[in-house]
């Protein structure tokens, strides 16, 4: 029995040192990320929505956040080309009424008060101004980039439409820096 324990205090040790030792090691001695991978892991990450639900009696959509959304670190790579979403809530005759059959009992869908639609597929400029430069390129003045709280917050309804409907598209987050790929 004695030579059992000492033979087992004899391997833990071993073990313990090991470990120790290898720890103890200079990083140049450690396996690291290879610099393809870690250039990869620098690429910034921007924020996403989809088109959620159609109302082709209202002529009234619902996007907003869905499954593999990040609204804090962003969840698609600046350097994919997706569509901008553009919004135009301002000027004479808006805010729009939502329509008596939307519903806006839920504070995650609420009435943006707004018209949407979308670029064309485009990666997203650098700053803001850019990305709303786009939008009044594409629709006319007044329009810019709809931004995540302009219902109340991860979803809102609108007017509009958003070209292709399976495709996700870039949105502004206001609060969130680390979520845009423009500033």
């Known amino acids: 029995m004695k030579t059992a324990i000492r033979m087992l205090i004899t391997i833990t040790t071993f ?24 250039s990869a892991l620098a690429v910034p990450k921007g924020l996403t929505w989809k088109l959620l639900a ?22 698609t790579s600046c350097t994919q ?3 901008i979403l553009c919004i135009k809530k301002t000027g004479p005759g808006f805010p729009l009424q939502a329509p008596v ?17 979308t670029t064309k597929a485009t990666v997203p400029p650098a700053k803001l101004s850019s ?10 003045p007044g329009w810019r980039t709809a931004e995540f709280h302009d219902g109340w ?10 070209g292709n409907p399976a495709q996700n598209f ?3 987050i206001n609060d969130q820096p680390g979520a845009t790929c423009w500033h």
């Not at 030792?21 to 690291?32: D, H, L, M, V, Y």
């Open 81 to 83: 080309a997706l569509p």
């Open 15 to 38: 073990a313990m040192l090991s470990t120790a030792a290898a720890w103890s090691q200079s990083q140049e001695g450690r396996p690291s990320v290879p610099s393809t991978q870690a």
């Open 54 to 75: 159609t109302n082709s009696t209202t002529g009234t959509i619902d996007v907003g956040c869905a499954t593999g959304c990040d609204a804090y670190h962003g969840d």
């Open 101 to 117: 059959s939307v519903d806006n009992s839920n504070q995650y869908h609420k009435w943006s008060g707004g018209v949407v639609g």
């Open 170 to 172: 870039w949105i502004d």
């Open 153 to 162: 917050g991860w979803h809102f309804q609108a007017f509009g439409g958003v």
């Open 131 to 140: 990305a709303d430069a786009l939008c009044v390129k594409e629709f006319g």
